[in-house]
Protein backbone atom coordinates (compact mmCIF):
# COMPACT_ATOMS: atom_id res chain seq x y z
CA UNK A 1 0.00 0.00 0.00
CA UNK A 2 1.38 3.79 -0.27
CA UNK A 3 2.99 4.65 2.73
CA UNK A 4 5.43 7.22 3.63
CA UNK A 5 7.81 6.43 6.91
CA UNK A 6 9.93 9.34 8.72
CA UNK A 7 12.93 9.31 10.65
CA UNK A 8 12.57 9.45 14.26
CA UNK A 9 12.57 12.23 16.86
CA UNK A 10 15.16 14.76 17.19
CA UNK A 11 16.50 17.29 19.81
CA UNK A 12 18.40 20.41 19.40
CA UNK A 13 19.79 23.06 20.66
CA UNK A 14 18.82 26.53 19.11
CA UNK A 15 20.68 27.66 15.96
CA UNK A 16 21.57 24.36 14.95
CA UNK A 17 19.95 22.31 11.77
CA UNK A 18 17.61 19.40 11.66
CA UNK A 19 17.37 16.99 8.23
CA UNK A 20 13.96 14.70 8.40
CA UNK A 21 13.52 12.05 5.73
CA UNK A 22 10.27 10.46 4.12
CA UNK A 23 10.84 7.35 2.82
CA UNK A 24 8.11 6.45 -0.10
CA UNK A 25 6.62 2.96 -0.93
CA UNK A 26 3.73 1.54 -2.92
CA UNK A 27 3.91 4.13 -5.70
CA UNK A 28 6.05 5.70 -8.62
CA UNK A 29 7.92 8.54 -6.28
CA UNK A 30 8.79 10.65 -9.35
CA UNK A 31 4.99 11.26 -9.96
CA UNK A 32 4.11 13.01 -6.93
CA UNK A 33 5.04 15.89 -5.03
CA UNK A 34 5.78 15.59 -1.21
CA UNK A 35 4.38 18.34 0.78
CA UNK A 36 5.82 19.19 4.07
CA UNK A 37 3.56 20.61 6.95
CA UNK A 38 4.29 21.20 10.85
CA UNK A 39 2.18 21.32 13.92
CA UNK A 40 3.09 23.15 16.87
CA UNK A 41 1.90 22.34 20.30
CA UNK A 42 -1.83 23.61 20.57
CA UNK A 43 -1.44 25.09 17.13
CA UNK A 44 -2.59 24.68 13.29
CA UNK A 45 -1.11 22.86 11.20
CA UNK A 46 1.19 24.72 9.22
CA UNK A 47 2.40 24.09 5.32
CA UNK A 48 5.76 24.35 4.67
CA UNK A 49 6.71 23.76 1.08
CA UNK A 50 6.58 21.13 -1.54
CA UNK A 51 8.82 19.54 -3.67
CA UNK A 52 8.61 17.55 -6.51
CA UNK A 53 11.41 14.91 -6.95
CA UNK A 54 10.15 14.14 -10.84
CA UNK A 55 10.27 17.63 -12.06
CA UNK A 56 12.95 19.23 -9.71
CA UNK A 57 10.02 21.80 -9.09
CA UNK A 58 9.87 23.01 -5.57
CA UNK A 59 8.19 25.83 -3.51
CA UNK A 60 8.60 27.21 0.16
CA UNK A 61 6.12 29.32 2.53
CA UNK A 62 6.81 32.63 2.81
CA UNK A 63 7.09 32.28 6.24
CA UNK A 64 9.83 29.68 6.04
CA UNK A 65 12.10 31.26 3.28
CA UNK A 66 15.48 31.18 3.36
CA UNK A 67 15.37 28.15 6.71
CA UNK A 68 13.92 25.36 4.72
CA UNK A 69 15.31 23.11 2.02
CA UNK A 70 13.64 20.56 -0.08
CA UNK A 71 16.08 17.82 -1.07
CA UNK A 72 15.24 14.16 -2.39
CA UNK A 73 17.11 11.18 -3.29
CA UNK A 74 14.87 9.80 -6.09
CA UNK A 75 16.81 6.10 -6.47
CA UNK A 76 15.76 5.56 -2.48
CA UNK A 77 12.14 7.23 -3.18
CA UNK A 78 13.64 9.18 -0.40
CA UNK A 79 12.82 13.15 0.88
CA UNK A 80 13.79 15.03 2.75
CA UNK A 81 13.13 18.81 4.40
CA UNK A 82 15.94 20.75 6.61
CA UNK A 83 15.76 23.48 8.71
CA UNK A 84 18.23 25.49 9.91
CA UNK A 85 18.31 28.57 12.47
CA UNK A 86 16.03 26.64 14.66
CA UNK A 87 14.18 28.10 17.78
CA UNK A 88 12.20 27.25 20.24
CA UNK A 89 9.29 28.01 17.97
CA UNK A 90 9.99 25.25 15.32
CA UNK A 91 9.55 22.80 18.07
CA UNK A 92 6.66 20.71 16.42
CA UNK A 93 5.60 17.52 14.78
CA UNK A 94 6.84 17.31 11.02
CA UNK A 95 4.85 15.76 8.63
CA UNK A 96 5.63 14.88 4.91
CA UNK A 97 2.28 14.15 2.38
CA UNK A 98 1.53 12.74 -0.93
CA UNK A 99 0.19 15.34 -3.45
CA UNK A 100 -2.92 13.68 -4.90
CA UNK A 101 -5.06 15.64 -7.54
CA UNK A 102 -8.00 15.14 -10.12
CA UNK A 103 -9.58 16.49 -12.92
CA UNK A 104 -11.21 20.06 -11.75
CA UNK A 105 -9.85 19.55 -8.63
CA UNK A 106 -7.33 22.42 -6.68
CA UNK A 107 -5.97 22.56 -4.78
CA UNK A 108 -3.96 19.38 -4.10
CA UNK A 109 -4.76 17.07 -0.96
CA UNK A 110 -2.49 15.00 1.13
CA UNK A 111 -2.77 11.64 1.07
CA UNK A 112 -1.43 9.70 2.88
CA UNK A 113 0.72 11.66 5.61
CA UNK A 114 4.13 10.21 7.22
CA UNK A 115 3.62 9.07 11.20
CA UNK A 116 5.12 12.78 12.07
CA UNK A 117 8.62 13.42 13.59
CA UNK A 118 8.59 15.55 16.80
CA UNK A 119 11.55 18.10 16.85
CA UNK A 120 12.21 19.67 19.92
CA UNK A 121 14.30 22.28 20.17
CA UNK A 122 15.76 23.21 23.61
CA UNK A 123 19.01 24.64 24.74
CA UNK B 1 -3.61 36.57 8.26
CA UNK B 2 -5.68 34.58 5.69
CA UNK B 3 -7.01 31.83 7.82
CA UNK B 4 -9.93 29.11 7.63
CA UNK B 5 -11.65 29.43 10.65
CA UNK B 6 -13.55 26.38 12.78
CA UNK B 7 -15.14 26.01 16.35
CA UNK B 8 -12.70 24.46 18.68
CA UNK B 9 -15.16 21.68 19.70
CA UNK B 10 -18.50 20.06 18.77
CA UNK B 11 -20.16 16.69 20.83
CA UNK B 12 -22.88 14.79 20.14
CA UNK B 13 -24.12 11.52 21.65
CA UNK B 14 -23.93 8.17 19.91
CA UNK B 15 -26.13 7.91 16.91
CA UNK B 16 -26.24 11.67 16.60
CA UNK B 17 -25.34 14.16 13.65
CA UNK B 18 -23.13 16.51 14.23
CA UNK B 19 -21.69 19.38 11.52
CA UNK B 20 -18.48 21.17 11.65
CA UNK B 21 -18.28 24.46 9.65
CA UNK B 22 -15.17 26.04 8.17
CA UNK B 23 -15.17 29.81 7.27
CA UNK B 24 -12.61 31.29 5.04
CA UNK B 25 -12.09 34.24 3.21
CA UNK B 26 -12.29 35.42 -0.90
CA UNK B 27 -8.97 34.77 -1.19
CA UNK B 28 -9.50 30.84 -0.42
CA UNK B 29 -12.46 29.32 -0.33
CA UNK B 30 -14.46 32.06 -1.82
CA UNK B 31 -11.99 32.32 -4.70
CA UNK B 32 -13.09 28.70 -5.86
CA UNK B 33 -10.33 26.94 -4.26
CA UNK B 34 -11.09 23.20 -3.43
CA UNK B 35 -11.70 22.01 0.70
CA UNK B 36 -10.28 18.95 2.10
CA UNK B 37 -11.33 17.61 5.45
CA UNK B 38 -9.30 15.86 7.41
CA UNK B 39 -9.30 13.15 10.40
CA UNK B 40 -6.65 13.45 13.08
CA UNK B 41 -6.39 11.04 16.00
CA UNK B 42 -3.88 11.60 18.63
CA UNK B 43 -0.93 9.63 17.76
CA UNK B 44 -1.50 8.96 14.17
CA UNK B 45 -1.26 10.59 10.98
CA UNK B 46 -4.27 12.89 9.97
CA UNK B 47 -6.74 11.08 7.15
CA UNK B 48 -8.27 12.59 4.47
CA UNK B 49 -12.04 12.55 4.98
CA UNK B 50 -13.30 14.51 1.92
CA UNK B 51 -11.53 15.99 -1.09
CA UNK B 52 -12.74 18.52 -3.79
CA UNK B 53 -15.28 19.88 -1.49
CA UNK B 54 -17.71 16.79 -1.52
CA UNK B 55 -15.99 13.77 -2.66
CA UNK B 56 -15.48 11.10 -0.50
CA UNK B 57 -12.10 8.42 -0.61
CA UNK B 58 -12.70 4.73 -0.71
CA UNK B 59 -13.19 3.61 2.43
CA UNK B 60 -14.62 6.21 4.11
CA UNK B 61 -17.79 5.71 5.28
CA UNK B 62 -21.05 7.32 3.99
CA UNK B 63 -22.00 8.84 7.50
CA UNK B 64 -19.64 11.54 6.15
CA UNK B 65 -20.18 14.72 4.07
CA UNK B 66 -19.80 17.81 3.05
CA UNK B 67 -20.57 20.78 1.31
CA UNK B 68 -19.36 24.31 0.36
CA UNK B 69 -20.99 27.55 -0.48
CA UNK B 70 -19.42 31.10 -0.89
CA UNK B 71 -16.66 31.64 1.62
CA UNK B 72 -17.88 28.67 4.25
CA UNK B 73 -17.93 24.60 4.03
CA UNK B 74 -18.82 22.46 6.55
CA UNK B 75 -18.51 18.85 7.40
CA UNK B 76 -21.45 16.94 8.79
CA UNK B 77 -21.05 13.25 10.78
CA UNK B 78 -24.66 11.45 11.27
CA UNK B 79 -24.47 7.95 13.46
CA UNK B 80 -22.11 9.22 15.41
CA UNK B 81 -19.47 6.29 17.00
CA UNK B 82 -17.32 6.78 19.82
CA UNK B 83 -14.76 5.95 16.97
CA UNK B 84 -15.49 9.46 15.78
CA UNK B 85 -14.09 11.11 18.68
CA UNK B 86 -10.26 12.75 16.66
CA UNK B 87 -9.41 16.40 15.27
CA UNK B 88 -11.14 17.53 12.48
CA UNK B 89 -9.27 19.83 10.23
CA UNK B 90 -10.43 21.56 6.88
CA UNK B 91 -7.86 22.66 4.03
CA UNK B 92 -7.56 24.53 1.12
CA UNK B 93 -5.36 26.94 -0.94
CA UNK B 94 -4.95 30.85 -0.30
CA UNK B 95 -3.73 32.97 -3.09
CA UNK B 96 -2.90 35.82 -0.70
CA UNK B 97 -0.45 33.30 0.57
CA UNK B 98 0.30 31.41 -2.37
CA UNK B 99 0.13 28.29 -0.11
CA UNK B 100 -2.06 25.74 1.10
CA UNK B 101 -3.68 26.49 4.88
CA UNK B 102 -5.26 24.71 7.25
CA UNK B 103 -8.23 25.70 9.51
CA UNK B 104 -7.41 25.64 13.62
CA UNK B 105 -8.99 21.87 14.25
CA UNK B 106 -12.22 20.93 15.83
CA UNK B 107 -12.29 18.29 18.55
CA UNK B 108 -15.06 15.97 18.32
CA UNK B 109 -16.24 14.26 21.45
CA UNK B 110 -19.08 11.67 21.67
CA UNK B 111 -20.78 11.49 24.80
Known amino acids: QVQLVQSGAEVKKPGASVRISCKASGYTFTKYAIHWVRQAPGQRPEWMGW????????KHSQKLQGRVTFTSDTSASMAYMELSGLRSEDTAVYYC????????????????WGQGTLVTVSS | QSVLTQPPSVSGAPGQRVTISCTGS?????????LHWYQHLPGTAPKVLIY???NRPSGVPDRFSASKSGTSASLAITGLQAEDEAVYYC???????????FGGGTKLTVL
Open chain 2, 26 to 34: NSNIGAGHN
Open chain 2, 52 to 54: GNT
Open chain 2, 91 to 101: QSYDSSLSGWV
Open chain 1, 97 to 112: ARAVDAPMITPNWFDP
Open chain 1, 51 to 58: LNAGSGHR
